[in-house]
């Protein structure tokens, strides 16, 4: 089992629609849906870094910077969201999920250490990223709700459905939870 240095986040809706995210290490970044494509997140932070965060399939988040490097992460439920190859776990300080996640680690549960098979893949080619997407396509077009694990909530929420992650906000339809890909 993996212990991943654990960085808390909490997430602010801002009255123009982004989200203002600050992390327990200094960190803050302002994320914003991209109009058309609800799956990919544009986000800027406070030490000039840029990008986004792809949600692909399987709870797979595909993170682009600006300079065109990838890394992927995964969604781990609980308001989880393991980065880095296992090194580091963010966890939404500011959903249920991740409140909860925190209180189920602080009690032992042993279900919350990370295991190899949680960890996100260093690599994926291109048709690997596309047949991703379609099994999120494939799912979300379904409408069954859950979305066979395809649906990262970034951690946050109680993942009770799969797909809270793009559960609707004060009526607009451009949906945003507290989470958006960790």
Known sequence: MIRPEEIGYADELLADGTVHRTYEDGLEEWRRRTPGRPRLVGWHDNRGGSGTDELLGDRIIKRTLADGAVTYARDIGYGR????????????????????????????VATLAITAAQLPPLTLSPEQEEELRQQAQASSSSGGGGDGGTGADGGGGDDTDGDDWDADWGGDQDAWNDDDFG
């Open 81 to 108: 969201t393991l980065w880095a190859r296992g090194e580091k776990v963010l966890v939404n300080r500011s959903s249920f999920g991740g409140r909860m996640g925190v209180l189920l680690a602080g009690l032992g």
